[in-house]
């Protein structure tokens, strides 16, 4: 019976000091979370607008694009695993010497099945994501060389657009960096829209009436789309 009065009289104790050890850890797992959810990005990493706030990290941007497409795993426009070498097989204007590849052979015998020449969707529309939120910041920034950037991701998206129209045909139209709306879109790509974003990439506002100057930048000509982009991808699909 005593023993039983003891461990009555101990139990508001117990509860108690479970008490203070639950609002203790409470307290140390809620900072520790809310200090890991709120860990800065590395110092070599730039998010979101934060990469528009200025010229240099906006063409940085740009320049990231080129090297998407030149990329030598799965960018569109590089050495033999780029568009031009494989269409170029397709087609027979070249001639296959690397017989033991079998990207390479299913090409120059026009036998190319699903997973053949996707990289190049999947690299191309990345571009058009960027170009697009690169677009979409360009519209309300105050950067000296707005123009400039605008007009070179108006292009990105516009040569992006016209390869893609004429390896896979009709195709989402992506204008946008909203990754809802673009997800609800259906295959409609049409040669109209392409041409508008080439044409805005060359024409724009003010007295010198072009974003793009020869749609070369003028601070920096190793980089950028060289001047007969222009009228390369004046051509349009098809």
Same mark, same amino acid.
């Given at each position: ?39 800065? !990005? ?10 528009? %706030?200025?010229?240099?990290? @906006? +063409?940085?941007? =740009? ?95 516009? !040569? ?10 009709? %195709?989402?139209?992506?204008? @946008? +960096?909203?990754? =809802? ?58």
């Amino acid at each position: 019976m005593k023993q039983l009065n003891k461990l009555i009289s101990l139990a508001p104790v117990r509860s108690l000091r479970l008490l203070w050890a639950a609002g203790i850890a409470a307290l140390l797992f809620g900072s520790s979370c809310k200090k890991f959810l709120t860990i800065p !990005l590395p110092v070599n990493t730039i998010a979101g607008s934060d990469a528009y %706030v200025s010229d240099q990290s @906006t +063409s940085g941007v =740009l320049d990231y694009i080129y090297s998407l497409l030149m990329s030598y795993n799965g960018g569109s426009f590089s050495n033999n695993a780029g568009v031009g070498y494989n269409s170029g097989l397709y087609t027979d204007e070249l001639q296959n010497i690397n017989v033991n590849s079998i990207q390479f052979r299913a090409f120059y015998s026009n036998v190319i099945t699903g997973d053949q020449g996707g990289a190049w969707w999947v690299n191309l529309y990345k571009v058009i994501g960027i170009a697009n939120t690169t677009i979409g910041a360009m519209q309300s920034s105050g950067l000296p060389n707005r123009n400039q950037w605008l007009g070179e991701a108006l292009f990105d998206r516009a !040569l992006s657009y016209f390869y893609l129209v004429n390896l896979y045909g009709d %195709v989402p139209l992506a204008l @946008t +960096s909203d990754y =809802l709306t673009n997800n609800q879109l259906s295959p409609h790509a049409e040669s109209d829209g392409i041409q508008s974003d080439r044409s805005r990439s060359e024409t724009g506002p003010g007295a010198a009436g072009r974003r793009l100057p020869g749609l070369q930048r003028e601070n920096d000509h190793r980089q950028g789309p060289p001047q007969p982009c222009g009228g390369y991808c004046a051509a349009g699909p098809g």
